[in-house]
């Protein structure tokens, strides 16, 4: 069973930074893509940021294209999202998610393996 656990939330002033961290266990790490997603009170959670197994191909939403960046260490089972500049809109729930042989996909229902969740808050 693949368990995925998320760090690095918190309270950062807008423009500020965080990093976030997912580690995985349990699994093949090196064999999947992986994705963020990020869901917001009273929305529906969308996707964020995903790259491909050996992170040669990253993707990003268009709101946070340019300001956040998506990373893998294969190495030590981690991915991680880097958010600067961030904005009060970016407050929300944020989710690492597993997609096994997958090449990397914006779409939950790809993803087989997913996160508790870390809370990032961004005030204005």
């Known amino acids: 069973q693949v368990m995925l656990v998320e760090s690095g939330g918190g309270l950062v002033q807008a423009g500020g930074s965080l990093r976030l961290s997912c580690a995985a266990s349990g699994g093949p790490f090196s064999s999947y893509a992986m994705g963020w997603f990020r869901q917001a009170p009273g929305k529906e959670r969308e996707f964020v940021s995903a790259?491909?197994?050996?992170?040669?191909?990253?993707y990003y939403a268009d709101s946070v294209k340019g300001r956040f960046t998506i990373s893998r260490d294969n190495a030590k089972n981690t991915v991680d999202l880097q958010m600067d500049g961030l904005k009060p809109e970016d407050t929300a729930d944020y989710f690492c998610?597993?997609?096994?042989?997958?090449?990397?996909?914006?779409?939950?229902?790809?993803?087989?393996?997913w996160g508790q969740g870390t809370q990032v808050t961004v005030s204005s």
């Open positions: 790259i491909t197994w050996n992170g040669g191909s990253t």
């Open positions: 998610a597993a997609d096994p042989g997958g090449p990397g996909s914006t779409w939950l229902v790809d993803y087989d393996y």
